[in-house]
């Protein structure tokens, strides 16, 4: 019997029929390196298209306007593995820039029903962006499901404003976040949640420390945690693209973190 310690991870699941979104690659790094993990990149050639690619007369046709293109099994495998060069190039040059451990893997599936395979501990960090909300519905149970830590990053979402690190007290939260908020080139704030005012004032107190231990000069905003729900309905609605760093197993994590999901601006991460 091994054993021997099973490495952390961070997963990377991909689309191979789609362009990664910005800072993408760069943010899994950061927080990869901040977690001392392995990354993991898996492209999903997506079924879908593999089948519609073997039907006999399919062309592809633009939306720009230009010439329609035979669509067929040779060409998307072609396609598939321009995409898979070029991600492997760019792992490389991110990864290597850090002296990070990194694979990459490709595999034929649905990205969501692959993803619930890679996810198999505590240790491993899932980074993935979705095409259908189905499949971003699927992710959601995941989030509450997994014992795993989960960041959901949205494909139609955009660089935002800043990230966010919800704090209930796991301290886990505060360097992953600033490790993503260097990653994609965002400002950093700490967002402290409590269930009564005294706690809240003692976390507001720690992570002030913390951030200026870190270079941080803005002091942490605070909440209830009966609050958050209605705090996560105004970022949804005024904040797009912002990405939420969560601790697993806090209130955050029940019903606010679905919310989070189910908005497409709404970059989340669950540590």
């Excluded at 395979?117 to 979705?130: K, L």
């Excluded at 967002?191 to 000069?217: C, F, I």
């Amino acid at each position: 019997m091994n054993d021997a310690p099973r490495r952390r991870r961070l997963v990377l699941a991909l689309e191979s029929g789609l362009n990664d979104p910005p800072g993408l690659l760069a943010a899994a790094v950061n927080v990869a390196t901040a977690l001392r993990a392995d990354l993991d990149a898996f492209l999903i050639e997506d079924e879908n298209i593999l089948r519609a690619a073997a039907l006999p007369g399919t062309w592809l046709v633009p939306a720009h306007g230009a010439s329609t293109q035979l669509f067929d099994a040779t060409t998307v495998r072609r396609a598939f593995r321009v995409r898979s060069a070029d991600l492997r190039k760019q792992l490389a040059i991110h990864a290597d820039a850090r002296a990070l451990r990194w694979t990459l893997k490709t595999e034929s599936g649905f990205v969501a029903d692959r993803l619930a395979e890679m996810v198999t501990g505590t240790d491993t960090v899932v980074v993935c962006h979705m095409r259908h909300r189905g499949a971003r519905g699927t992710l959601t149970d995941i989030v509450h499901q997994t014992p795993a830590s989960v960041f959901l990053y949205n494909r139609d979402a955009q660089l935002g404003e800043k990230v966010i690190a919800v704090y209930t007290g796991e301290d886990s939260i505060l360097p992953t976040a600033q490790a993503l908020a260097v990653g994609v080139g965002l400002p950093f704030e700490v967002l402290v949640l409590a269930n009564d005012v005294e706690s809240l004032n003692s976390r507001a107190d720690a992570v002030g420390q913390w951030l200026s231990d870190h270079g941080q000069a803005a002091a942490p905003g605070g909440i209830l945690m009966d609050e958050a729900a209605e705090w996560v309905d105004r970022l949804v609605k005024s904040s797009p693209a912002t990405f939420v760093c969560a601790p697993g197993g806090s209130g955050m994590t029940d019903v606010s973190i679905a919310r989070l999901a189910d908005a497409k601006s709404v970059m989340i991460v669950r540590v």
